[in-house]
């Protein structure tokens, strides 16, 4: 019986092996994306336009002076680098921020973008933005309890009550118009000593162009209203958020869907309101601009054999891309085929 173990267990060990060979395992990347944009319906703090590519702003809020504001993050990310037979197993967004519009808690979606576009700016009206789903991929809420002091550069928050200013010195400067018409009141003294008292009533009617003059002091009022309203954004201690995209990355792989990319946004949907979604605005601050805190995603995957399509010209055999061999799996081949001769050797010996 000895002569036969040594060959079963050969064997045995041999089709481990093979099964190990053809299981594949799971594998992890990090990937980052190849483009992104961030867009605003204001200002924000420190930054002379309504866009900028590292701050990446997104979300919903009130201003101090009562305006909304809302703010996507639109990011890209290549498909090009999984290989043929690529089975998404898992498939995580991580975001940095590290400034805030306000204290208090938020809800965050992750939503498909419906077509193409690229890293220049679209200005600050968001009908001009890349369409997205309407419904989110998925959703993540954030709280901010304490914030620091404001970060450099808040001046464009001060230049809209700055503007205002004005509109209260026209109001003071009206009130000399008043002293033309207590001037007028000597001027009805002659009428009573002068037969021609139609003659005064003309000086009267200059005393309407002045009132005329008055609604020139509205048109400035115009120019009072700023181009954009300004969010100050209070710096706090980083962290990431997280979205879970796995269902979104499937469909890319798959080509179910085209790959545009992402983008954050306020939840339940990207237009929500301040009331809806939370009162916040959050972004990466400038000052934050490093690799270490870059958007990324993190996707565990599996790769599988590829049966080539037939063609009019034979492509010749390659192994699946990024499809390395196992050590664990040759080793027990070869601990299996050892075992199989040393087992037949001795049952021919016995013989």
């Given at each position: ?26 594998r ?35 201003t ?14 290549p ?7 690529t ?20 809800t965050?979606?992750t939503?498909?973008?419906l ?9 600050s009206?968001?009908?001009?933005w890349p369409?997205l ?49 207590a001037?007028?009141?000597?001027t009805?003294t ?21 009132t ?11 120019s ?26 499937r ?8 790959n ?40 565990a ?29 040759v ?21």
């Amino acid at each position: 019986m000895a002569r036969y173990r040594g060959a079963l267990l050969g064997m045995v060990v041999l089709t481990l092996g093979i099964v190990g060979l053809s299981v594949p395992s799971p594998r992890t990347l990090q990937l980052w994306p190849d483009r992104n944009a961030g867009v605003t319906s204001g200002l924000l703090e420190g930054v002379s336009a309504p866009i900028d590519l590292q701050m990446l702003p997104f979300g919903v809020c009130h201003t101090d002076t009562g305006d909304v504001v809302q703010a996507r993050t639109y990011l890209h990310f290549p498909l090009d680098v999984f290989p043929p037979g690529t089975e998404i197993l898992h498939a995580t967004l991580y975001v940095y921020v590290d400034g805030v519009s306000d204290t208090g808690e938020a809800t965050f979606g992750t939503y498909r973008v419906l077509e193409p576009w690229g890293e220049d700016g679209w200005g600050s009206d968001p009908a001009a933005w890349p369409a997205l789903l309407t419904a989110p991929i998925a959703v993540t809420a954030a709280r901010f309890d304490v914030v620091t002091p404001t970060l450099p550069g808040s001046a464009p928050v001060s230049t809209p009550t700055s503007i205002l200013a004005p509109a209260t010195t026209p109001t003071t400067t009206l009130t000399p118009t008043a002293t033309p018409t207590a001037t007028l009141t000597p001027t009805a003294t002659p009428t009573t000593t002068l037969t021609p008292t139609a003659t005064p009533t003309a000086t009267l009617t200059p005393t309407a162009t002045p009132t005329t003059t008055l609604t020139p002091t509205a048109t400035p009022t115009p120019s009072s209203t700023p181009a954009a309203p300004a969010v100050m954004l209070a710096q706090v201690t980083g962290t990431w958020l997280t979205w879970d995209v796995t269902a979104l990355m499937r469909a890319w792989q798959a080509g179910e869907v085209p790959n545009h990319g992402l983008a954050l946004a306020p939840a339940p949907n990207p237009d929500a309101d301040p009331e809806t979604a939370g009162d916040l605005l959050v972004a990466r601050w400038l000052a934050a601009a490093d690799p270490d805190t870059r958007p990324h995603l993190i996707v565990a995957f599996e790769v599988h054999p590829v049966t080539p399509t037939p063609t009019s010209t034979p492509a010749p055999l390659l192994p699946p891309a990024g499809n390395t061999v196992e050590w664990e799996g040759v080793g027990l081949l070869l601990i299996g085929a050892t075992l199989l001769i040393l087992g037949l050797a001795g049952r021919r010996k016995q013989g």
